[in-house]
């Protein structure tokens, strides 16, 4: 059976694992197809993978079909409001059920045979199984042929599944991130709408180009007008988020078009640490991202579609009637194209490192981190590695770790900061979980 070892050996994960300032980045190899099948196999079954959203299927028995890393797989809203995730396959011949999403079903009929299931996945119909017009047969107990359950959570409007059922708890792989924003009273978001697109490229190059922001005064010009201090940060948690965030500062009376925008639009309720003028892009491991502002959230995919290719689902949020409102229709979309318009530049970067990749091979070429702006970047890799390994599961059956002897993480940042003795370095801070307590 093929493992990681195969290909990155124990040299490539001990750089790896350096400190990001002398670490070496994953070998072309791991961006390649076979690795891609090992991760099909080891990486996506294992993990909490975001899938969806739910208000994509807002009312019982809408469904629509998603493929995670070539894991066909349903979502399917129950009669009681609840959402489930099936395995997209008929029990009968392996025919796909779903090929494109649906409203308003009270089953759930197979095309080819037409067996039929009810939106809970039980088996309740075979038609002519037994003859014409005979719906049984001996040797079939319905009961033993529903549909394959995934086991499926969700995280306000976001979806996520984990295939193999073996996961830690969904409460305790999302902590870290739920004490990270609990600043922002996400409740108050409402759905505004969605796009879709592609990167030529590996997924996880299409992660890594998403949580640095290195690149933006070359690669999105456009965003950097005006801007004078960017006070860059990095931030992680545990097995469950990496997040890159800036707060621009532009001299008096200056400043792009989307600060603008941020100006006009209404902003959801905060509490400290939150701060109202930083933006955050967050990648949820392994294929979730998040853009987080105090006016907007995006809750997108940068999911597999084969190994050199990523298909891109980005659902828009704001707060309360703004989502809605004809009065702020022009805002929404202007903001919803500009995001649009800067992954859409990301095109370029994702096709030049994606052909480079058998040239990194032949040339035995190692990578390297910026300390400053790609500590996420480095901790997203080396979370596919532990993902690979296992290291997550071993690490839940452990006690969660000590908290930093930091009063608040934003303490712990200073003092980081002083330590390196550089006044504007970005806080590379760490969010532990923190212990259950103790039941009574």
């Known amino acids: 059976m093929t493992e990681l070892r195969d290909f990155v050996s124990d040299r490539e994960v001990e750089a790896l694992f350096r400190p990001t300032a002398r670490a070496e980045g994953l070998p072309a190899r791991a961006f390649g197809a076979e690795f891609y099948r090992l991760e099909q196999e080891r990486l996506f079954p294992r993990a909490w993978c975001a899938v969806g959203v739910a208000s994509r299927i807002p009312e019982a028995g809408d469904a629509m079909p998603v493929d995670l890393a070539g894991w066909p797989l349903m979502l399917v809203r129950q009669r009681d409001g609840s959402v489930a995730a099936f395995h997209n396959v008929c029990r009968h011949r392996g025919m796909r059920l779903l090929s494109e999403p649906c409203r308003g079903r009270s ?5 080819w045979h037409s067996w039929t299931y009810d939106l809970a996945g039980r ?8 003859g014409d017009r005979v719906k049984t047969a001996e040797g079939f107990d319905n009961a033993e042929l529903g549909l394959k359950g995934v086991r499926l959570a969700q ?14 708890a969904f409460a305790d792989y999302i902590r870290p991130f739920d004490e990270f924003v609990a600043g922002y009273d996400l409740s108050v978001m409402r759905h505004a709408g969605h ?15 998403a949580i640095e922001d290195y690149h933006l005064p070359w690669g999105h010009p456009e965003l950097m007008q005006g801007v004078a201090v960017r006070n860059g940060r990095v931030d992680v948690g545990e097995d469950c988020f990496a997040a890159i965030s800036g707060r621009f500062e532009y001299p008096a009376g200056q400043g792009p078009k989307i600060a603008r925008l941020m100006a006009a639009m209404p902003r959801m309720p905060m509490t400290p640490p939150a701060e109202p003028d ?8 392994p294929v979730g991202l998040i853009a987080l502002r105090a006016d907007t959230v995006m809750l997108g995919l940068m999911t597999p579609d084969g190994h050199d290719r ?18 702020h229709a022009q805002h929404r979309q202007e903001m919803m194209d500009n995001l649009r318009f800067v992954a859409e530049q990301d095109i370029r970067f994702n096709k030049g490192v994606q052909s ?18 790609e500590g996420a970047i480095h901790h997203f890799q080396k979370l596919v590695v532990e993902t690979l390994r296992g290291d997550a599961r071993q690490k839940a059956k452990r006690p969660a770790a000590k908290r930093s002897a930091a009063k608040t993480p934003a303490e712990g940042a200073r003092r980081r900061a002083a330590a390196l003795g550089a006044k504007r370095a970005p806080a590379h801070r760490r969010v532990r979980a923190k212990k259950p307590a103790k039941r009574r």
């Open 107 to 111: 089953t759930l009929r197979c095309p």
């Open 123 to 130: 088996l309740v119909a075979t038609p002519d199984l037994g």
């Open 155 to 168: 995280w306000h409007d976001y979806l996520f599944v984990n295939i193999d059922g073996k996961a830690p």
């Open 195 to 209: 796009w879709e697109g592609a990167y030529p490229s590996n997924w996880k190059i299409a992660v890594e180009g």
């Open 278 to 285: 930083r933006y955050f892009i967050i990648n949820l491991f």
């Open 310 to 327: 990523t298909r891109l689902v980005f659902d828009h949020y704001f707060v309360g009637e703004a989502a809605t409102d004809p009065a």
């Open 356 to 373: 480079n990749l058998a040239t990194r091979d032949r040339l035995d070429f190692p990578t390297r981190f910026s300390p400053y702006w």
